[in-house]
């Protein structure tokens, strides 16, 4: 392997060059079984969060070595690789096409960082090498994708990890088992709020793709579009070929606890509604959404429904629920029950008891979830078990669900039912068409996995 220094543009391009055949039939690995019990662990996607969190927090897990690093945009390689020789880590591989990587038997498991519509096609081509995958918020791009995941896991005996931290903390674990005992009374609604400062993106004209970008691979599944800026490095995430607008992004962490607090799986109905407001910019999601959710409560009373609220908000707003103070970021949940509610944000939680709202039980996170969240990945691929999970591949494919179902709901401008054991929508031939999409060969998410 070339040092930082030594490593040339062109070496780059020669270690990663894409290969023209079908993809999804590697010679698998073995179950893992590592020289020295080390895991080695390729991280796809090395900016922002997967350079500041799964690059940086890997090699601090005993016996853990980031053995690769893979993302279409070359430029980043050099830094990258200068982090490693500066921290005294091994220098890692790099590849630029994960068809590449997945080929490579020395890897055991893949680190997921990349834009959202290419998650789940990492994470099965993953489990078909014989790999297991920790893949970042959100697990899918649509319902579909979820499903497959589960499937692709299942068939495989891998282990399919989503990125959503909180499921690691204590102090979450905590509130959730005192729910759980009663200490609510009946929990019947759960309010997450992901209220974020987000200026317009203004509008980026169509130019030529930058040197060392290899877009055709950033594409992926998704159409082919002339490339702006806009549509690139993180604003991604406000177009619908590639994002999920911020009930995807940040939401999906609340929307995750929202939903594990509740302990129900898929709702009966759904009703959204937005706009994006303010900005005349290339931005296609909405930057306000409400959604509702109904969800069946066979142990409840009465009308045995427990209700999901959620908002999006990117702009002036109200602090809700205690969670920060202006002008910081307003992000967290409430939970509301027939003998108190609970607030959690920020790691921390906090219980309002009685018609007073006295004071009840807290808690606030002392560790670093993160990386026990890594941990928690690695513990489950040496044992390649995940018994021992905070969440399961289906914990992942529901709460990620929950967002396509409210962005569903958003872009037809109606509520909609839903069937939680057929996983379709009732009587409704449009929304059912948007829960997968017309994917780009060879990028193509299988049905049969």
């Not at 590849?95 to 038997?105: G, T």
Request: aromatic share 12%; glycine share 8%; net charge neutral.
């Amino acid at each position: 392997m070339d040092t930082p220094h030594a490593v040339s543009r062109r070496t780059f391009v020669r270690r990663s060059l894409a290969t023209a055949a079908g993809v999804g039939l590697w010679s698998t690995t073995q179950s893992w079984a590592g020289a020295n019990d080390r895991v080695r662990v390729a991280v796809v996607g090395i900016r922002g969060h997967g350079f500041g969190s799964h690059i940086r927090n890997y090699p601090l897990l005993p016996n853990v070595e980031v053995a690769a690093i893979c993302d279409v945009d070359e430029n980043f390689f050099p830094e990258r690789l200068r982090w490693f020789e500066q921290n005294d880590k091994p220098i890692p591989k790099t590849y630029v096409d994960i068809r590449k990587l997945l080929e490579d038997k020395s890897i055991d498991a893949i680190s997921v960082a990349t834009p959202n519509h290419w998650h789940a096609l990492a994470g099965v081509w993953a489990c078909q090498a014989g790999k297991h995958a920790h893949i970042e918020k959100p697990f899918t791009h649509n319902i579909f994708e979820g499903q497959k995941l589960i499937e692709a896991a299942k068939k495989y005996n891998r282990v399919v990890h989503h990125g959503t931290e909180s499921r690691s903390s204590k102090a979450y674990q905590e509130a959730m088992e005192f729910m759980r005992t009663g200490g609510l009374g009946e929990v019947y609604l759960a309010k997450g709020t992901c209220y974020k400062w987000r200026d317009t993106i203004g509008r980026t004209p169509v130019e030529p793709v930058p040197a060392g970008v290899n877009y055709d691979l950033w594409l992926g599944p998704a159409p082919k579009r002339p490339f702006t800026r806009n549509r690139f490095h993180y604003n991604w995430h406000w177009h619908w070929d590639y994002g999920n607008g911020d009930i995807g992004n940040q939401g999906v962490h609340e929307m995750d606890i929202a939903r594990w607090g509740l302990d129900v799986t898929l709702p009966r109905r759904v009703t959204a509604m937005g706009a994006h407001v303010m900005f005349d910019d290339d931005q296609e999601t909405p930057n306000v959404l409400m959604a509702t959710y109904e969800f069946d409560n066979p142990s409840g009373r009465s009308d045995k429904k427990k209700i999901l609220q959620f908002e999006v908000r990117h702009w002036i707003t109200n602090y809700e629920g205690g969670f920060s103070k202006p002008p910081d970021n307003n992000i967290g949940n409430i939970f509301y029950g027939s003998e108190g509610y609970m607030t959690m944000y920020g790691g921390r939680w906090q219980t309002f008891l009685g018609r007073k709202h006295e004071p009840g039980p807290s808690g606030v996170e002392k560790g670093n979830t993160d990386r026990a969240h890594y941990q928690h990945f690695i513990d489950a691929v040496r044992a390649n078990d995940t018994s021992n999970l905070p969440g399961t591949v289906e914990d992942g494919h529901h709460s990620c669900s929950l967002i396509h179902m409210a962005n569903t709901s958003y872009r037809l401008g109606r509520s909609l039912d839903f069937d939680p054991k057929q996983q379709r929508y009732v009587n409704d031939d449009e929304a059912n068409r948007m829960l997968t999409r017309q994917y780009r060969r060879p990028f193509v998410v299988p049905e049969d996995v």
